[in-house]
């Protein structure tokens, strides 16, 4: 049985060396340090990838280190096969990292309309003229519960997502509609419909 290699990129060198060791005890994962190039990048998303550029053959998986929006679509335009938020188990990064050795990608399906949605936007040319098309899939989930007139807290809770994501997720609607308050937000909202 071929063994796939992987090369994780981090600062983290305790989260390399706790990869390794696990990677030890599969059969068809082996950590790559140095020798022939790897089959797969495991980097963090904070941008941890090497001065040279990956080799060409390798596929990249980003293990995302935060949740800021956006994070999911900056790596899929960057061109990578999978991104995982640094919290999954052990087991499914395993799965991934075979899934994308052997070819196939993986994106969370919280976060699949979101890069199809600014995918589109890049294959049309730029920014759509109606400003709710700019918005997120996620920006549009958060607008709505603000026009139900939910918290942020609430929101977070509802959506299942972080007070801090909430924060900035209303800070890109607003910045995207061209309003200053909730209530603008809401108002643009409701005249649109």
């Avoid at 390798?58 to 900056?74: C, E, K, N, Q």
Wanted: charged share 25%; aromatic share 4%; net charge negative.
């Amino acid at each position: 049985m071929s063994r796939f290699r992987v090369r994780y990129v981090t600062a983290a060198r305790l989260l390399a060396e706790a990869l390794g060791a696990r990677l030890a005890e599969e059969p068809d994962l082996a950590l790559a340090e140095d020798g022939p190039p790897a089959d797969v990048l495991l980097v963090d998303a904070v941008g941890a990838c090497p001065g040279e550029g990956p080799p060409p053959a390798a596929r990249i998986v980003v293990l995302a280190t935060d949740d800021a929006p956006g994070s999911a679509v900056a790596a899929a335009r960057a061109g990578a096969s999978a991104w995982l938020d640094h919290r999954c188990s052990a087991d499914e990064l395993l799965r991934v990292l075979r899934g994308v050795a052997r070819g196939g990608a993986f994106f969370p399906r919280e976060v699949q309309a979101e890069i199809l949605d600014a995918l589109r936007t890049d294959a049309a040319g730029g920014e759509p003229t109606d400003p709710f098309a700019r918005l997120t899939g996620r920006e549009r989930d958060v607008l709505h519960a603000l026009a139900d007139g939910l918290g942020n807290r609430e929101i977070g809770e509802h959506l299942g997502m972080s007070y801090n994501t909430v924060r900035t997720h209303t800070n890109e609607i607003f910045r995207k509609l061209g309003v200053h308050t909730r209530v603008d937000a809401v108002r643009t909202l409701r005249g649109a419909g």
